[in-house]
Nanobody
């Protein structure tokens, strides 16, 4: 019902920058929040940053001051600008969207995930 496609991951040296993008499509009526999560090998998935339709953003402590989340006005795409990257930022980064979609019997609210994009930060 909702497809989220991430891009922008890759290999970068410590101190470098990357910009992740996520584009939503599908039977969308409205997206009310989008966010980025990450999962490092052997660890649980954790919040990086979220943004709501009003533009309010929240960040994990590890992301504050280094990462910036932003979205387009239509709340169809979300971006994560990551600066001053550290090896501990290495993880698969997932896009998440809270959305209302067209269900068979009417609008349905749900939480949707992308497939993830790998970020590797070398020391």
């Amino acid at each position: 019902q909702v497809q989220l496609v991430e891009s922008g991951g890759g290999l970068v040296q410590s101190g470098g920058s990357l910009r992740l993008s996520c584009a939503a499509s599908g039977r969308l009526l409205s997206i009310y929040t989008m966010g980025w999560y990450r999962q490092a090998p052997g660890k649980e998935r954790e919040l990086v940053a979220t943004i709501n339709r009003g533009g309010s953003a929240t960040y994990a402590d590890s992301a504050k001051g280094r990462f910036t989340i932003s979205g387009d006005n239509a709340m169809i795409s979300v971006y994560l600008q990551m600066n001053s990257l550290k090896p501990e930022d290495t993880a698969v980064y997932y896009c998440d969207a809270g959305a209302i979609v067209r269900g068979l019997a009417g609008p349905v609210s749900g939480d949707y995930w992308g497939q993830g994009t790998q970020v590797f930060v070398s020391s």
